[in-house]
Nanobody, 120 residues
Framework: QVQLVESGGGLVQPGGSLRLSCAAS????????MGWYRQAPGKERELVAA???????NYADSVKGRFTISRDHAENTVLLQMDSLKPEDTAVYYC??????????????WGQGTQVTVSS
């Protein structure tokens, strides 16, 4: 079984920074896609930033230039550095990992979520 453990959420003032970390463990196949999504109250879950199976990066337009995703393949970790945070960034942030398993099915895993609140 695969587990994703997130850390780094919290309360920060507008303009501040936070760094989220996600560590994956278990039977993980490569190539895989790994990244961050978020869900604000009353809204659908949306992509924040992620690495594709091919290694390229995708960012939501709303976070480009403010957030940076990085990855350590050897440790199966992904980091999200969030700078210049805005109140609209307030949401529960979820780590996601997906890959094709041994039987050819796409497997999709989620972390438990970490709250990020941007408020003065």
């Amino acid at each position: 079984q695969v587990q994703l453990v997130e850390s780094g959420g919290g309360l920060v003032q507008p303009g501040g920074s936070l760094r989220l970390s996600c560590a994956a463990s278990g039977r993980i196949f490569s190539p895989n896609a790994m990244g961050w999504y978020r869900q604000a109250p009353g809204k659908e879950r949306e992509l924040v930033a992620a690495f594709t199976e091919g290694g390229s990066q995708n960012y939501a337009d709303s976070v480009k230039g403010r957030f940076t995703i990085s990855r350590d393949h050897a440790e199966n970790t992904v980091l999200l550095q969030m700078d210049s945070l805005k109140p609209e960034d307030t949401a529960v942030y979820y780590c996601n990992l997906r890959f094709i398993g041994v039987y050819g099915f796409r497997l999709n895993y989620w972390g438990q979520g970490t709250q990020v609140t941007v408020s003065s």
